[in-house]
């Protein structure tokens, strides 16, 4: 049987620093000129590029901004900070879907007539301003001062889908720079604004069964991590210890493992797989079963740890019907002390909790189950997570339609496009620098990994794509 070999797409990221360079730029104002006549970003996702940085009020009207000398180049400015304390801020807005773990850095100056102490505050779209922790500056005429440096946002803005994100630089007194008041014609000037985010981990297959092949005797595994491409599926009976022959029959979409004899299986009788998964986390379990009239009707998820004992899966109570859509578990989460067990084996059975076929009356021996669409998934360790982020690679617009645009600053010879499957469903031999338009109309809608190849390199570089 043909193994889709789904860590194919992934690389060995053995240190923290290899972690951090996952972080990616939300949104971010830098402004290295001062031509542009709207004060939008100049780096970030593509779809905050439009947003706006703005000196506001609870009570009068957003001011106009000039640009005048920044930290490096030029900076916003703008002075009316008089009377502004707990009312008049800098501030920005957002969108981050997918991403989490945000840290801002921004630096800040003042005239000797401009306001002296900020705070940083967050919101999300139709809630309520918060204190950042941390988040107090102290600014002075120079751009050393009134600097944060990669400040924590809190994790409640964690994946925050379509919802925007909200953050504001707010005066806390009317105390200037000099140690006065804060003038109206006290300036304030803002630069190096930088959102950073990290992707929220994809969970990855750690074992697969679909059954797509019936020649394989051995009912293995045929989707997951390498390491468990060679373990089964069994229809186990419990107290003798054996195990009942397997065959294949139709299923979900081709085919699906059949057994019977599944009579007086109460608490005995059950399907069973068993896997690695050395370092994963959040893992959860997706299974399709169905029975004949005089087959098993009742079953339940359990777990377990190689040498231990079985054990109930929270909510894992199951019943079938001579159909595909009634004996569905669908991303069930498997329990946190499956986690962390190195290289033990890890169990799942799905057993009869009693005699009741699905028609109601008693299972028959001649009785059939059947199993399919076995996925357990989790998220992967740091040392094998795929790489969904790289500086010289950029995917506009991600998602997408119809079309992407790849664009890059390496010299690439190869361009490759994974399923989330592992199968390769796009592949280029064409050496570039720059961009390229990629035609997705073929594509059916989901995640893929864009592999990109260059003649200096044995790793390829990844990015995630989602095709709408």
């Not at 499956?338 to 799942?348: A, T």
Request: hydrophobic share 35%; aromatic share 10%.
């Amino acid at each position: 049987m043909k193994k889709h070999l789904l860590l194919i797409l992934t690389i060995a990221l053995l240190c923290v620093n290899g972690l951090n360079a996952q972080q990616e730029i939300m949104i971010g104002f830098t402004f290295p000129d001062n031509t542009a006549e709207e004060f939008t970003p100049d780096q970030g996702l593509s779809g905050n590029l439009t947003y706006d940085l703005r000196a506001e009020s609870l009570t009068v009207d957003p001011r106009d901004l000039t640009f005048t000398e920044g930290a490096t180049t030029y900076a916003a400015s703008v002075d009316g900070w008089d009377a502004g304390a707990n009312d008049k801020f800098w501030s920005i807005k957002f969108k981050a879907n997918g991403y989490q773990n945000f840290k801002v850095s921004s630096k800040m100056y003042s005239d000797a007539t401009g306001p002296k102490e900020f705070k940083l505050q967050w919101k999300m779209s139709g809630g309520d301003w918060a204190d950042v922790t941390n988040g107090t500056i102290t600014v002075a005429s120079d751009w050393t001062t009134g600097v944060l440096t990669d400040l924590i946002l809190p994790t409640d803005l964690n994946d925050p889908g379509s919802t925007s994100i909200s953050l504001r630089w707010i005066m806390t007194s009317n105390t200037s720079v000099n140690g006065g008041t804060v003038e109206a014609t006290g300036i304030s000037k803002i630069d190096d604004i930088i959102v950073y985010g990290s992707p929220v981990p994809e969970p990855v297959t750690i074992i697969g069964f679909d059954f797509a092949d019936d020649t394989d005797t051995e009912f293995n595994a045929d989707s997951g991590i390498e390491a468990n491409l060679g373990y089964d599926i069994r229809a186990e009976n419990g107290a003798a210890q054996t195990t009942r022959t397997l065959t294949y029959t139709e299923g979900t979409t081709d085919f699906a493992a059949t057994a019977s004899e599944w009579d007086n299986g109460a608490d005995d009788k059950f399907w069973s797989i068993k896997f690695k998964a050395d370092g994963f986390s959040q893992m959860a379990v997706s299974s399709k079963q169905y029975s004949d009239a005089t087959g098993p009707k009742n079953f339940k998820l359990q777990w377990k740890i190689s040498g231990g004992e079985y054990a109930d899966v929270a909510d894992g109570n199951i019943a079938l019907a001579t159909d595909w859509t009634t004996g569905i578990v669908e991303e069930l989460a498997l329990p946190t002390e499956m986690e962390g067990q190195g290289s033990s084996s890890l169990y799942i059975r799905w057993i009869m909790t009693d005699n009741v076929s699905v028609s109601d009356g008693t299972v028959d021996a001649v009785g059939i189950s059947k199993i399919d669409d076995i996925v357990v998934e989790g998220i992967a360790p740091s040392g094998i997570v795929t790489e969904l982020y790289n500086s010289e690679i950029m995917i506009y617009p991600n998602p997408c339609d119809d079309y992407f645009t790849l664009e890059t600053t390496n010299d690439v010879n190869r361009v490759e496009i994974y399923n989330i499957q592992g199968a390769l469903v796009y592949s280029l031999d064409e050496n570039f620098t720059g961009s390229i338009i990629i035609n997705t109309v073929d594509f059916s809608s989901g995640m893929y990994f864009v592999k990109l190849y260059s003649e200096d390199t044995k790793v390829p570089s990844s990015k995630k794509l989602i095709v709408n």
